[in-house]
C-alpha cells in the first residue's frame, strides 16, 4: 500500500511524541514523556485485544439492522436573518493623556461611526446610542468583530488612545444576548506593554429577530467599581493577561491540483504540463488581525513549517481561529477551503488543575468545500468560502496551536523556549520572512507612521516566521483502513436524471475518488518518499514491501444501471436492485488516531440514548401520572451507570504515542464533567425532602445532553468524513456526507460508530444552495462498514442474513470482501397505508389555505390520496393499497427492519405543478404469514419542510406477507366508495363519543381589505371534526364589529384518546353583493386540551365560619393593629404571633419602614408584643385621609433632614415625578435583594379564615435600617409599579374572558414563517368549551350556556381614554447624523392626535411627559396605536417605531386594568386617588360580581364571606381633632390582596407603568425602542374623573455655581531661567463646568512662581440648568454650524479646574487638572499641607458631599497629571438658584458688585514683556548684586589702566620734546 507502515513498536526507552511525516495526522505539544492518553482501539482491555481481535464481541441484544428512522429528511438551508446590533457608548474614565480631546469611534466589520467629541477631559461623558443592521447567516455574522477605539481628537491625524475587540457571537451567548453597563477595558494595540489606557462604559447588544431584550434601569452610581464591572463573558477573570496565540502551519497534502486561473489551464493545454497547478497559501484569521505565510508554487502537497504569531488578552473575547487555504492566481486569489477552530472547544475556562490552555495538535484539518471538478467557472465559490456544507474533500492541513500567556507570572513554557531558540536561528531567514506578509484590518499605526521592526514583538500586529521542527517529532504510524459498502435499495431517483445509467461512488479523502485522477496512490507514495529524505528510513525496504503482500483492489463505484420507473403513480425512478445487492469496498491509509472516535462515539450513544428517554417521559406524561416520574429515575440512574462505565475505562487508558495535549487533556475534561453530572443526578435522585418536580428532572436532563454533545464534537480530525455520490453517466449529481466516526468499527460496543453495520437510508441532495421545495435526488439504503483491516473478518457480521457473498471472479484469495450479495429468498407483501388525517399543514394558496393531498412511496411503489380542498386539516380517512411487493431475505429480519415509507404532502394547483408542504418517514408495522393480526393504532408524523415544522400526519402503515393462499388470506378490508377509494377499516379508525363544543362569538377586530374591498358583513364559521356552527352575519362592520348573538353550541363525534382530537378551524368570510361570499382568513387550533372543560358540577358555597374563629382572629388583630405606617414590605413576617391583618403586596408599598422611622422617630420598635401604652404612643400622629402626607418630611429632626428632600428639589415640591423616581428606586432595590422573599400568606382551607401575617418590624432589622436611612433615605412616597415589559405579559394577553385568535391568509412559505405580521388579515374574539354530551340533554338546555358565566354585554359602550407617554429608550436612529427628532401621533378608531409641534430636537432618549384625552365608542374603536414619529424639516416624516394596545381585553378583564390601584389611598396632593369609584364601591362592586357574601364594613374589620380583614380605620382630622371613620384605606389593602381570596380572587392591575416594545414594519420583529407610557380608561356611564395626571416633565433649575479661586500651592515648575537655571511657572487657572466647554473662565497670570505659590483672589460664574431628581445638568446647544436645531444633552454636573503654564511665545503648557462631580465630591483639606492626591481618590461614598446640600464650601483641592500630584488649589464654591443669584449678583473676575481685592503677589511676579526693567532688576540685579558692583569697579579700574598705558607714551615723549 502507500505511506508506511510500521510494524514494530516505537522503542519504550526513547522519550518524545511521534509526529507525522508526509501524510502525518498528529503529533506531539510539548516535548516531554508521553503522559497517560486514552486508549485505541485496544478497547476496555488493553493489548489483549490483538490476540482476540478477530473474535466478535457477544452482542448483549440482538444488533439493530437499520439505523434509527429519521423523521426530518433534510435540514433546510441556514437562512439569513436580519441583525441589529445597539451600542450605547455612556461615559471613560480613567483614560491616559493630559488634557485631551476624546473621541469614540465604534467600527462593526465595515461599518463606521463616531461620537461627539468632548474637550479636555480625562473622563468625557457622552451617552450615545449607535445602531448597525445586518442581513446574514448567523455563523457568519458571529464572527464579526466589534472594534471600540477612543482617539485623542486634532485637525490632522487623530491619535488613538487606546482600543476594545468582543465579537458578535461572544456578546449574542450572553444572558438577554446584551452586556448591559459594563466597563470596556481599552488597550493600545501598538504596545502592549503599557497595560491599561481607560475605561469605556459602554452596552452591547445583538438582537435577532424575535429576540426581546430587557431593559435594565441606567445606575447611576458616582464610585462605581469598574474592576467588578467589565466587559467580559462571565466567569472571566477580570484580570486578563496578554498571551500569544501561535497557530503553526506545518503542510498540507491532497489539495485540490486545478488551478483556477483561466491562463493556467490554457498553457496547461498547450504544453502538456502535468505538474500540478496549484500556488498554495494559509491565511489565518483571529480577533479581526489576519497573517498569511508565503506561497509555495505548483505543489499540491506543500510543506511550509511557517508559524503566524497573533497576540491578544486572555481568555480572548474573540471564540473562532478561521484558517482559509488559498491558490495564488496571476489575476485574483481563489479561496480552495475553509475551516474554523473554536476555541472553546480546544481549551477549558475552569479553575483550578481541570482548566487548560488552548492547545491544539499537531494535527490534521480535513478541508471540504465544492467538487472537485475541473471546470473553469466553480459554481460552488461560496462552499470553500465557509458557507454551507462542503460537499468534498478538498485536502487537509497539519496544525498545531499553542498559546502562551506573556505576563502574570507564568512560568516560561516549553514551547517558548524552544521558540526562543528558534527565533534565534531564523534570524538569517528574515528575509524569507518578510514574503509571508501580515496585514492588520485598518490600523497600520497610529501616526500613520510605520512602526519599527523592535516594536513588532510588543505590539498587536501579526507575526509570520518560519520555525524549525523540534528533532523529537518521528513519522508517525498509519493503520490501513477498509471501508464497505453495500447498496440495499436505490429508489425516488428524480425523473430528471432517471433517463441515463446510474451508479454510486463512496470516497473518503482522495480514496475512492476516481473521477478525480485515481487514488493518488502513487503520488502520496512520492510525497511521502520525498519528505523522508530528511530523516533516516524507519524501516528496512524489505519490510515495506511485506505490507503489500494482501493488496485488495479499489472497487469504489457500484455497476451503472439503468432506472425504471416506479409503479402506480410515475413520480420517480429507481434501480431494480431486487436480490443482488452491489457493493464496493477499498483501502485507505490514515494515522491510527482512532481512539479519539471511541471516546467521540461513547459519549455520543450516552446522549442519543438520554435524549430517547427524555422523548419516552414526555410521552409518558401525555397518558399517566405516576410512571413518568419511575421512568424518569430509571433514566437518571441508567445514566449514573454509563457514565461510572466511562470514567473506570478512561482512567485505565494504556500510554499512547501519538496523543497530543489536547487528547490527554479532553480526555480527562469528559471525565471529569461526566463525574460531576452523574453527582448532580445523584443529588436529584436522592433527594426525599423537598421534592424535585418532573419538569425540573427533565430539564436536568437536557441540560446533561447538551454538555455531552458539546464533548462529542472532535476538534482534532482524523479520518475524513465519507461521501456517498450519485453518479449519472459519470457526473456527479447528488450526495450524502456521512461522519467517518458514525462508521467506525470497534470490536467494543459501546465504542462503535452509531451507523457502523447498519442499513441506513439516506436521502441524497444536490450541492450548493438547496433550492425551496421537495431537493431529494434519490433515496439510498446503504449498508456502510469502515475499521481498520485487523478487523476486516467482521464487515459481513451485522448484514440481514439469508445472502450469499459473490466475489467477483478477477480476485484471487479467499478473503476479499464480496462483490455482490445475493438474497435468494423471496416475499410476497402488501402494504396498506392508512390516512387518517392531517394538521397544522403550511398554507400554499393566497387565501391561507391549501388543497392537500400526500404521495406515498415505499421501495418502487408511488401513490397519492385524493386532494381535499380548502382546508390545513384535511381528513382524508383513505387506505392505499401497494399489492404485490417482493421482499427479498429472511421473513423474521424483514419483520424486525422492514424498509422505510416516505410520505410527502404536495398542495393541488389546478394550474402547474403541485407545491411541495413537507414530508415524512415511517416505518411500517409488520405482520408475517404465521401471526395472527392485531390491528395497529394510528399515531402522529412530524411534517417538516426544509426546517421548518409543518405540521403532523395523523396515520399508520401496514406490511402484511401474503400468505400461499393468496390475497385471500389477508385480515378484511372495508369496501370502497363509488370512486373506487378505500377507506380506513373501522378497527384502526379512533373511538369516537360525542363531545358538545360551545362557541362564544365576542367579534371581529382590524380586518384588512381583502381582493381590494373592504370587509363589511363578515361571519365566522366554526368547523371540528366534520360538524360546525356558524355565526350570525355582522350587518355592518364599521358600525359595530361585534356579533349580536353571543353563543351557539354544536355536538361533534370527537376521538375518546384526548391526543386524537382533530384540530378546530376558524373561517371567517365576508359576504358581498349579489350573495356572494368570499373567503377572509382562517384560524385552526391544532391542540384542544386548552378548551377540555370537566362536566359541570354544582358551585359549592364556602361554608360559613363559626363564631369563635371569628372572634379568635379579632381579638388577636387588635392587638396587632399598628399605624400604617408600620407595615413593611421588605421584612419576612414573623410566622409566630400575629394573625390577621392584610398586607399590600409588596410591589406597591414604598419601604414604608423606613417612612414610619423617619416620622415616629420616638416610637419604640414597633413588634406586636408591646404593652398597651406603648400602642396609644404609636396611633398618636393624627393623619385623615392621609392628606398630610406631603408634610410628613417637616416633622424630622434636622439632622435627618440633611440629606434627603434637599436633593429632591429646594422647594420640597412634590410632584408626579418624585413619585416616579421613588418606584425606579424601589424596583432597582427589589432586583438588587434576592427575589426569592416574597410576602408570606398561608394557605386557606375552605372552611378557616384566611389570614394574612402582618409584619411586626423586628429588632435586629430596624437597626439596621436606621443605618440604611442615613444612606438613601426615600420620603414615604407613594408609588407605583414599573413593569420592564408590556402590561398584556404581566396579566395572560388579559385573555381571562375571551381569547384573540389571529385570522392568516397568504401562504406562509419560508421567507416569512415565524412573525409573519403580513399575513395576519384579522382577528377573531371568542372562546370555546368542550365537554362529553351529558347522557340526558335536558340538564344542560335549561338556562345559558356554561360559557356565557361572567361574560360581560357587548353592545357598544362610551368610554373616556387616557393615555399618559412618559419617555422613550433607545429609539433607532432616523436621521443620517445617528439622532432622531421624535414626536408623538395617537390612533384609536377615526380620531388622530399628532403632536408634531412637540417635538423633541436630536433626542434617543426622550422625555415626553405628555398625556391625552381620547373619546372612543367600544367595541367600534379599540384599538390603540401609539406611534413614535421623527420629525423631518424637510420631506415625509419618517415613522420610528409603534406599539398596539387593545384596550378592550383591558376593559372587560376581571384584572380590572381600566385605572390601576395606586399603592396609597389619599385625597388630594400628587398622590391623589383618580379613579371614578372609591376603593370600597370597587370592592362593592367585586364582591357583588363575584357572588360573595360582603363586605360588611366594622371599625377596624372588613368581612368578606368567611374572612375578615382588619386594619386602621380611624383617623383624627386635620384642623379639628376629631375621630373620622374611613373605610378606604383597609378596602384599598383588600384590593390589594384580591387574589388571595378562594376561587374567585386574582390579581388586580396595580398602578404602573409599562414599557412597550416599539416596532416597524419594514423590520419585523426587532425592537426599534421601548415607550413607557399607561393608559387609564373611564366608561361614560360613571361619574366624571377628576383632572389628568400632569406629567409635563420637569423643567430644569437655574443655578448658578460661584467659584473663587484664592491661591494655589505646590505647582510644579515648569521653566528654567537661561541665566540662572532656577525652575519658575508662570501660574494661571482654567475652569468649565463639562458640557459647558463655550464658557470656559481664566484667571490672571501669576507670573515668575519660583515655589509653585499663586495669588489670584479670582471668581468664576457659572450658570447651568440643572435637574435635582435625576442628578442630571442639562445642556442645549447647536452641535454644528449647520444644525437647525439645539439638541438637548443630560449630563453628570462636573466641574473641571486646569492649572496651566503660561508661555509667551510656544502653547502653555498644561501642568494639572482637578474633576469634581458637583453632587459628590471628597471633602476639602482644612490647610494646604493636608491635601493629598491619594486622599481624594479614595474617598469613600459617606464621606464625600454635595454642593446641592452644602451650598458652600472652602478648601484646598489637589491638581493632577498623570494621577501625580502637580498642585493644590484653595478654592471657595458657593452654588446659588438662578433667583437668588439675580438678587444679589457678584461680578466676575475681581470686578463689581463684591469686587475682591487685588491679590497680594510678591515683587517677582510681573512679565518680562511688559516692564523688562523689572525684570533686569529681579533677574539679575537681585541676584548678582555684589558681582555686578566688583565688575563695575573692575571696568573703571581696567578703563584707567588702558587710558594710562595708552596715554603714557605720549605724555613721556612729549615731556622729553618740550621739556619742562
Request: charged fraction near 25%.
Amino acid at each position: 500500500m502507500f505511506g508506511l507502515k510500521l510494524k514494530k513498536k516505537k522503542k519504550k526507552g526513547e522519550k518524545g511524541l511521534i509526529l507525522a511525516n508526509k501524510a502525518a495526522e498528529d503529533g506531539q505539544g510539548e516535548a516531554e514523556a508521553p503522559q497517560e492518553g486514552p486508549s485505541s482501539q485496544e478497547g476496555p482491555r488493553g493489548d489483549l485485544f490483538y490476540d482476540d481481535a478477530f473474535a466478535t464481541p457477544v452482542p448483549s441484544a440482538p444488533p439493530k439492522r437499520r439505523s434509527k428512522l429519521l423523521k426530518k429528511i433534510h435540514d433546510g438551508e441556514v437562512r439569513s436573518q436580519n441583525y441589529q446590533i445597539a451600542i450605547t457608548v455612556t461615559e471613560a474614565r480613567q483614560l491616559v493623556g493630559e488634557n485631551i480631546d476624546p473621541v469614540v469611534i465604534i467600527e462593526v466589520g465595515d461599518e463606521k461611526r463616531q461620537s461627539t467629541m468632548k474637550e479636555g477631559t480625562n473622563s468625557p461623558f457622552y451617552n450615545e446610542y449607535f445602531v448597525f443592521d445586518f442581513i446574514g447567516p448567523q455563523v457568519h455574522l458571529f464572527d464579526k468583530i466589534i472594534k471600540i477605539s477612543v482617539f485623542h481628537h486634532k485637525l490632522i491625524g487623530s491619535v488613538l488612545i487606546g482600543s476594545f475587540k468582543v465579537d458578535l457571537g461572544t456578546v449574542y451567548n450572553q444572558p438577554g444576548h446584551q452586556f448591559c453597563d459594563k466597563w470596556a477595558l481599552l488597550t493600545d494595540p501598538g504596545d502592549i506593554r503599557t497595560g491599561t489606557k481607560g475605561y469605556l462604559k459602554c452596552d452591547i447588544s445583538v438582537a435577532g429577530k424575535g429576540d426581546v431584550l430587557k431593559t435594565n434601569p441606567k445606575t447611576s452610581d458616582a464610585e462605581e467599581q469598574i474592576e467588578k464591572n467589565l466587559l467580559i463573558p462571565h466567569g472571566f477573570p477580570s484580570e486578563r493577561p496578554w498571551a500569544r496565540f501561535y497557530v503553526r502551519l506545518y503542510k498540507a497534502e491532497g489539495l485540490p491540483k486545478m488551478n483556477s486561473s483561466i491562463m493556467a489551464n490554457v498553457t496547461k493545454a498547450f504544453v502538456g504540463d502535468s505538474k500540478d497547478l496549484v500556488d498554495p497559501f494559509v491565511e489565518v484569521s483571529f480577533a479581526g488581525q489576519m497573517g498569511r505565510t508565503t506561497v509555495q508554487k505548483n505543489c499540491a502537497d506543500p510543506v511550509w513549517h511557517e508559524q503566524v504569531v497573533f497576540k491578544e488578552m486572555f481568555p480572548p473575547l474573540c471564540r473562532r481561529v478561521k484558517i482559509q487555504v488559498w491558490d495564488e492566481g496571476s489575476v485574483n486569489d481563489v479561496a480552495l477551503a475553509t475551516h474554523f477552530i473554536d476555541l472553546k472547544k480546544i481549551s477549558n475556562e475552569q479553575d483550578g488543575d481541570k482548566g487548560f490552555l488552548p492547545t491544539f495538535g499537531p494535527a490534521w484539518i480535513n478541508l471540504y468545500g465544492s467538487p472537485r471538478n475541473h471546470s473553469l467557472m466553480d459554481d460552488y465559490q461560496e462552499l470553500n468560502e465557509g458557507f454551507g456544507e462542503g460537499v468534498s474533500f478538498r485536502g487537509r492541513i497539519l496544525v498545531e496551536i499553542a498559546v502562551e500567556i506573556l505576563s502574570g507570572g507564568a512560568q516560561e513554557s516549553k514551547f517558548s523556549k524552544t521558540l526562543k531558540n528558534l527565533k534565534l536561528s531564523s534570524k538569517d531567514k528574515d528575509s524569507k520572512a518578510s514574503k509571508g506578509w501580515s496585514k492588520d484590518k485598518g490600523d497600520k499605526t497610529d501616526d500613520g507612521k510605520p512602526q519599527q521592526a523592535s516594536d513588532k514583538t510588543n505590539s498587536t500586529e501579526v507575526e509570520v516566521e518560519p520555525f524549525d521542527v523540534p528533532p523529537e517529532i518521528v513519522p508517525e504510524k498509519y493503520e490501513e483502513f477498509l471501508l464497505f459498502g453495500a447498496f440495499f435499495e436505490a429508489t425516488m431517483i428524480d425523473r430528471k436524471i432517471g433517463d441515463k445509467p446510474i451508479s454510486f461512488e463512496v470516497s473518503i479523502g482522495n480514496f475512492g475518488n476516481l473521477i478525480d485522477g485515481g487514488s493518488h496512490h502513487g503520488s502520496k507514495k512520492r510525497s511521502s518518499d520525498s519528505a523522508e529524505e530528511d530523516m533516516p528510513p524507519l524501516l528496512p525496504e524489505g519490510d515495506r514491501d511485506a505490507a503489500h503482500e494482501l493488496a485488495i483492489p479499489m472497487v469504489p463505484t457500484t455497476h451503472p444501471e439503468k432506472p425504471l420507473v416506479t409503479e402506480g403513480n410515475r413520480n420517480y425512478n429507481y434501480l431494480p436492485f431486487e436480490a443482488r445487492k452491489p457493493c464496493v469496498y477499498f483501502v485507505s491509509s490514515w494515522g491510527d488516531q482512532t481512539f479519539r472516535l471511541h471516546w467521540s462515539n461513547m459519549l455520543e450513544k450516552m446522549a442519543d440514548l438520554l435524549e430517547e428517554s427524555i422523548e419516552e417521559v414526555k410521552e409518558l406524561i401525555k397518558i399517566s401520572e405516576e410512571a413518568p416520574e419511575e421512568k424518569m429515575k430509571m433514566v437518571l440512574t441508567d445514566f449514573i451507570n454509563q457514565s461510572s462505565a466511562f470514567i473506570s475505562e478512561a482512567e485505565k487508558k494504556p500510554k499512547m504515542l501519538n496523543q497530543t495535549t489536547l487528547d490527554k487533556k479532553r480526555l480527562t475534561l469528559c471525565w471529569q464533567e461526566l463525574e460531576a453530572m452523574a453527582r448532580k443526578a445523584k443529588v436529584i435522585m436522592q433527594q426525599q425532602n423537598k421534592k424535585v418536580s418532573l419538569d425540573e428532572m427533565i430539564n436536568e436532563a437536557q441540560t446533561f445532553v447538551e454538555k455531552i454533545r458539546f464533548l462529542v464534537d472532535e476538534p482534532q480530525h482524523t479520518i475524513p468524513d465519507v461521501f456517498v455520490w450519485m453518479l449519472s453517466n459519470n457526473k456527479r449529481v447528488a450526495y450524502a456526507r456521512i461522519a467517518s466516526k458514525d462508521l467506525l468499527y470497534a470490536p467494543v460496543a459501546g465504542q462503535m460508530g452509531k451507523h457502523c453495520g447498519i442499513i441506513k437510508t439516506h436521502f441524497l441532495r444536490l450541492p450548493g444552495k438547496r433550492p425551496a421545495g421537495w431537493s431529494v435526488q434519490a433515496k439510498v439504503d446503504v449498508y456502510l462498514w469502515l475499521g481498520s483491516i485487523r478487523h476486516a473478518s467482521a464487515i459481513l457480521d451485522n448484514l440481514p442474513a439469508g445472502y450469499e457473498a459473490e466475489v467477483s471472479s478477477k480476485v484471487a484469495g479467499a478473503n476479499h470482501p464480496p462483490a455482490n450479495l445475493l438474497y435468494q429468498e423471496r416475499h410476497v407483501f402488501q402494504l396498506r397505508a392508512h390516512m387518517y388525517q392531517a394538521r397544522g399543514l403550511i398554507a400554499a394558496d393566497s387565501n391561507g389555505l391549501s388543497d392537500p393531498f400526500a404521495k406515498v412511496t415505499f421501495l418502487s411503489h408511488c401513490q397519492t390520496t385524493k386532494v381535499i380542498s380548502q382546508t390545513l386539516s384535511p381528513t382524508w380517512n383513505q387506505m392505499l393499497l401497494f399489492n404485490d411487493l417482493v421482499l427479498h431475505g429472511d421473513d423474521k429480519e424483514l419483520a424486525a427492519s422492514p424498509p422505510s415509507v416516505v410520505v410527502e404532502l404536495y398542495d393541488s394547483d389546478t394550474v402547474g405543478k403541485p407545491e411541495y408542504l413537507g414530508a415524512t418517514v415511517a416505518a411500517p408495522v409488520v405482520k408475517l404469514a404465521d401471526q395472527d393480526y392485531e390491528a395497529p393504532r394510528l399515531c402522529y408524523h412530524p411534517i417538516f419542510c426544509g426546517n421548518l415544522s409543518g405540521g403532523d400526519l395523523l396515520a399508520v402503515f401496514e406490511l402484511l406477507q401474503v400468505p400461499s393462499s393468496g390475497l385471500e388470506g389477508l385480515p378484511p378490508i372495508d369496501p370502497p366508495d363509488v370512486t373506487q377509494i378505500y377507506p380506513v377499516p373501522a378497527s384502526i379508525r379512533p373511538v369516537l363519543s360525542n363531545y358538545r363544543v360551545e362557541v362564544l362569538f365576542w367579534g371581529v377586530r382590524e380586518m384588512k381589505k381583502v381582493q381590494l374591498l373592504s370587509v363589511d358583513r363578515p361571519q365566522v364559521l366554526i368547523e371540528c371534526g366534520g360538524r360546525g356552527v356558524k355565526s350570525c352575519v355582522i350587518q355592518s362592520y364599521k358600525n359595530n364589529p361585534n356579533f349580536s348573538v353571543q353563543t351557539d353550541a354544536f355536538e361533534v363525534e370527537l376521538p375518546e384518546n384526548e391526543l386524537l382530537h382533530p384540530p378546530l378551524s376558524i373561517c371567517v368570510v365576508d359576504w358581498r353583493a349579489f350573495g356572494r361570499s368570499t373567503l377572509v382568513g382562517t384560524y385552526t387550533i391544532n391542540c384542544l386540551k386548552q378548551f377540555l372543560c370537566k362536566s359541570r358540577e354544582p358551585l359549592a358555597l364556602p361554608s360559613q365560619v363559626d363564631g369563635t374563629q371569628v372572634e379568635q382572629a379579632l381579638s388577636d388583630s387588635l392587638i396587632a393593629t399598628a399605624p400604617l405606617e408600620a407595615l413593611s414590605s421588605s421584612q419576612e413576617p414573623p410566622t409566630d404571633h400575629i394573625y390577621v391583618d392584610v398586607e399590600p403586596p409588596p410591589m406597591v408599598v414604598p419601604d414604608s419602614a423606613q417612612g414610619q422611622q423617619a416620622s415616629l422617630m420616638d416610637i419604640p420598635d414597633s413588634s406586636p408584643m408591646l404593652e398597651p401604652e406603648h400602642k396609644a404612643a404609636a396611633q398618636e400622629p393624627p393623619r385623615d385621609g392621609k392628606a398630610k402626607d406631603a408634610r410628613i418630611p417637616f416633622r424630622r429632626s434636622t439632622k435627618r433632614r440633611k440629606r434627603t428632600i434637599a436633593d429632591e428639589s429646594a422647594e420640597n415640591v412634590i410632584d408626579w415625578w418624585s413619585k416616579y423616581y421613588a418606584s425606579l428606586k424601589k424596583a432597582q432595590k427589589e432586583k438588587e435583594r434576592n427575589p426569592k422573599e416574597k410576602q408570606g400568606s398561608t394557605e386557606a382551607k375552605p372552611d378557616e379564615v384566611v389570614v394574612n401575617i402582618e409584619d411586626g418590624p423586628k429588632k435586629k432589622k430596624d437597626k439596621m435600617f436606621k443605618k440604611k436611612l442615613k444612606e438613601d433615605e426615600i420620603p414615604n412616597l407613594a408609588v407605583l409599579k414599573i413593569y420592564d415589559g408590556d402590561l398584556e405579559s404581566e396579566f395572560n394577553n388579559f385573555e381571562d374572558w375571551v381569547k384573540t385568535f389571529e385570522l392568516f391568509r397568504g401562504k406562509s412559505m419560508e421567507d416569512d414563517h415565524g412573525l409573519d405580521g403580513d399575513r395576519v388579515i384579522g382577528k377573531f374574539k371568542g372562546s370555546f368549551c368542550i365537554y362529553k354530551s351529558p347522557e340526558d340533554s335536558s340538564t344542560e338546555d335549561s338556562g345559558q350556556l356554561r360559557i356565557q358565566q361572567g361574560i360581560p354585554p357587548n353592545h357598544p359602550i362610551q368610554v373616556l381614554i387616557r393615555v399618559y407617554v412618559v419617555a422613550a429608550f433607545n429609539l433607532s436612529p432616523a436621521d443620517p447624523d445617528g439622532k432622531s427628532d421624535p414626536y408623538i401621533v395617537l390612533r384609536l378608531g377615526k380620531t388622530e392626535i399628532r403632536d408634531r409641534d412637540k417635538y423633541i430636537p436630536k433626542q434617543l432618549n426622550p422625555v415626553f411627559g405628555r398625556s391625552f384625552e381620547i373619546q372612543a365608542t367600544f367595541p367600534k374603536e379599540s384599538l390603540l396605536s401609539v406611534l413614535i414619529y421623527d420629525h423631518d424639516m424637510i420631506g415625509t416624516d419618517d415613522l420610528i417605531g409603534e406599539t398596539r394596545i387593545d384596550l378592550e381585553n383591558r376593559f372587560y378583564s376581571k384584572h380590572r386594568a381600566i385605572c390601576g390601584l395606586q399603592s396609597q389611598y389619599e385625597i388630594e396632593g400628587y398622590n391623589a386617588w383618580r379613579d371614578t369609584s372609591k376603593p370600597t364601591e370597587i370592592l362593592t362592586k367585586l364582591c357583588k360580581e363575584s357572588k360573595l357574601d360582603g363586605p360588611y364594613f366594622r371599625p377596624g374589620k372588613i368581612q368578606i364571606g368567611n374572612q375578615v380583614f382588619s386594619g386602621k380605620t380611624a383617623f383624627a382630622e386635620e384642623d379639628t381633632d376629631e375621630i373620622v371613620e374611613s373605610y378606604e384605606h383597609l378596602a384599598l389593602k383588600v384590593l390589594h390582596s384580591w387574589e388571595d381570596i378562594p376561587e374567585v380572587g386574582c390579581r388586580l392591575v396595580p398602578e404602573h407603568i409599562e414599557m412597550r416594545p416599539l416596532y416597524h414594519k419594514d423590520k419585523p420583529g426587532m425592537e426599534q425602542g421601548r415607550l413607557q407610557m399607561w393608559v387609564d380608561m373611564f366608561p361614560k356611564d360613571m361619574p366624571q374623573p377628576g383632572p389628568p395626571v400632569d406629567i409635563s416633565p420637569r423643567k430644569p433649575k437655574g443655578y448658578e455655581l460661584r467659584v473663587t479661586i484664592w491661591n494655589t500651592e505646590d505647582v510644579i515648575l515648569e521653566d528654567e531661567n537661561i541665566f540662572t537655571g532656577q525652575k519658575s511657572s508662570d501660574i494661571y487657572v482654567k475652569g468649565w463646568i463639562k458640557g459647558l466647554e463655550d464658557d470656559k473662565q481664566e484667571t490672571d497670570v501669576h507670573y515668575n512662581s519660583l515655589t509653585g505659590e499663586g495669588n489670584f483672589n479670582w471668581r468664576f460664574l457659572f450658570p447651568f440648568q440643572y435637574l435635582p431628581a435625576e442628578k442630571q445638568m442639562v445642556t442645549t446647544k447647536r452641535e454644528n454650524i449647520f444644525s437647525l436645531e439645539k439638541t438637548e444633552c443630560k449630563t453628570p454636573a462636573v466641574l473641571v479646574l486646569q492649572v496651566w503654564d503660561f508661555e509667551r511665545l510656544s502653547s502653555d503648557d498644561f501642568l494639572g487638572s482637578l474633576e469634581m462631580n458637583l453632587n459628590s465630591f471628597p471633602r476639602a483639606a482644612k490647610s494646604a499641607k493636608a491635601c493629598d492626591l491619594t486622599k481624594f481618590e479614595n474617598a469613600g461614598e459617606e464621606s464625600k458631599i454635595s454642593i446641592f446640600q452644602q451650598k458652600r464650601v472652602r478648601g484646598w483641592w489637589p491638581f493632577a497629571k498623570s494621577k501625580e500630584l502637580t498642585g493644590k488649589v484653595e478654592a471657595e464654591f458657593h452654588l446659588v438658584t438662578a433667583e437668588e443669584a439675580e438678587k444679589n449678583p457678584v461680578g466676575k473676575a475681581r470686578k463689581e458688585p463684591e469686587p475682591l481685592a487685588k491679590p497680594n503677589r510678591p515683587d517677582t511676579s510681573f512679565s518680562w514683556f511688559v516692564s523688562p526693567f523689572k525684570c533686569l532688576y529681579h533677574l539679575i540685579w537681585k541676584n548678582y548684586k555684589k558681582y555686578i558692583i566688583i565688575a563695575f569697579i573692575l571696568i573703571i579700574l581696567i578703563i584707567f589702566l588702558v587710558l594710562f598705558i595708552y596715554t603714557l607714551p605720549g605724555a613721556i615723549s612729549r615731556r622729553i620734546v618740550v621739556g619742562s
